[in-house]
Every structure is written in C-alpha cells, then in structure tokens.
C-alpha cells in the first residue's frame, strides 16, 4: 500500500482516528507519520513496542516476591508488591522522575515534617551537610548545621529526644 500523504513510499504505519462516532484511517511511510505525529521513537512508542517485542537493552527482570515482570508494569502502570520497587529501582527512577518531578519523598508540608520519616530523610540530608563542612574544616557551618538538627529534633520528636 501507498503512503496516503506523500503517494511516494510504502505505508508502514496505519493511523485510525475516531471522528463523529466513524473510524478514519490513515496508512502512512515513516517519514510522513513522523511529520504528522512526532518521532516514531518517542517514549510512548517505544514503550508500547518494547511490550510487543520485548524490552531491547534490558534484561528481563521478575520481582522474586510477586513475580510481575517489568514490562506487564509497562504496560499497566502498576507494581505488585513494595519490594517491586527494589527490583525495578533503577528502571522506575524515569517514570517517578518524570511524574512527582523528585525522587525522594518530602510530603505535603512543605518544609513541616508531618511524618516521623520526613524528620528523618531531613536529619539524614542535615547530617550529611554537616560531615562536608567537618572535613572541609568549616567548623563554623557545622555547628550552625548541629543546631538546625537539635531543633528539628525536638520540634519533631514532641520533645521526644531521638
């Protein structure tokens, strides 16, 4: 079959469009679909082809705990268990990235940590700030840092003491 468009190269994609209740079809070379609709390797495409033919570049990985494999998430959008996420970890972090924008949890609060583990992700960040200027010999920001942890500890904890 002949490209609808340019009626030069052979039609390699069908494009079927739902107008007024009827079905319209397009059947298009490469070169013309990828004018009319974008680059045939955009992500979406890629992702869908990766579930027809197979995920190209990687391994297919199973959760041990659940046994959903990598490209039925693809294709639903959904994991099977929590350890999904430690299996998939590095494949996931495009999708969470492009999604939340972060990777890394900070709540609603924005700034307030509701959750004793937003608390902790933050002492963890205030800890590790702090180590750099110890060995950079900022004493002076150091301690600075190790009063922010104090009050962020008491004000976290309920005056519980961590």
């Not at 999904?84 to 700034?111: A, M, S, W």
């Not at 937003?118 to 060995?135: G, I, P, Y």
């Not at 920001?141 to 004000?155: D, H, P, S, V, Y």
């Amino acid at each position: 079959m002949i490209c609808q468009n340019c009626k030069k190269r052979t039609a390699t994609v069908n494009h079927v469009e739902i107008i007024n209740g009827k079905a319209c079809a397009m059947h298009l070379c490469s070169s013309c679909a990828n004018e009319m609709f974008g680059g045939f390797e955009s992500e979406v495409q890629n992702a869908v082809l990766s579930g027809l033919f197979g995920d190209v570049g990687f391994e297919e990985s199973v959760c041990p705990a659940c046994g959903l494999r990598f490209a039925e998430y693809e294709r639903t959008g959904l994991l099977g268990c929590p350890s999904c996420y430690d299996v998939f970890n590095e494949r996931l972090l495009p999708y969470i990235t492009r999604i939340q924008g972060k990777t890394v949890h900070v709540g609603k609060g924005g700034g307030v940590y509701t959750s004793e583990h937003d608390l902790r992700l933050k002492l963890s960040s205030l800890q590790q700030e702090m180590e750099n200027a110890l060995s950079r010999g900022d004493y002076l920001k150091a301690g600075r840092i190790n009063e922010q942890m104090n009050a962020l500890k008491k004000r976290g904890a309920g005056g519980r003491r961590w």
